[in-house]
């Protein structure tokens, strides 16, 4: 609560109506403070429950989105989700346990490219090259991706 009052605090226009020598302007700041508690409390509830990280929550999830298993709700999820490496980070870094850092290899041509010829969704695919994953979790991880990722993806643990 006192960090919530002093970023309050902080926000307040200067001039002597918004200073501690006025009266109210406590009161006021603690009226605010207590109305955002129950929001700042959820939102990091919602912060929390962002990775399954034990055996209830991953079940929830299994249910909440219609599957059976790990690897279908991966699926679901990357489906759902996005292509950006921001994306991809949280979720790698949600399933090993700790940050992991990801780059992105541009889209290359792939087979029969000459020069000049045109490039078609048929001849790219999306690299994204991980690192700083824990050894015992590599082999797990990259089970989980191969079942999961779309077909144009490309996923690399470095």
């Not at 918004?18 to 009266?23: K, T």
């Not at 298993?69 to 759902?80: G, S």
């Not at 950006?84 to 940050?99: A, K, N």
């Not at 991980?130 to 991706?145: M, N, S, T």
Request: charged content about 25%; proline content about 8%.
């Amino acid at each position: 609560m006192a960090s919530l009052v002093s970023i309050i605090r902080s926000l307040l226009p200067n001039g002597p109506i918004w200073s501690d020598d006025n009266p109210i302007i406590p009161d006021i700041i603690d009226q605010i403070a207590g109305s955002l508690r129950p929001l700042l409390e959820k939102a990091g509830k919602v912060r929390r429950e962002f990775y399954p990280t034990t055996a209830n929550q991953v079940d929830r999830w299994l249910a909440d989105f219609g599957v059976t298993n790990r690897a279908d709700l991966l699926r679901k999820i990357i489906q759902k989700g996005s292509q950006s490496r921001t994306f991809y980070t949280g979720l790698v870094s949600g399933i090993v346990g700790t940050t992991v850092r990801i780059e992105v290899v541009d889209p290359v041509p792939v087979g029969r490219m000459r020069s000049g010829s045109r490039l078609t969704s048929e001849f790219r695919y999306v690299t994204f090259v991980i690192y700083d994953v824990p050894p015992e979790k590599r082999q797990e991880l990259a089970q989980i991706l191969e079942s999961s990722v779309p077909p144009y993806m490309r996923f690399a643990i470095a």
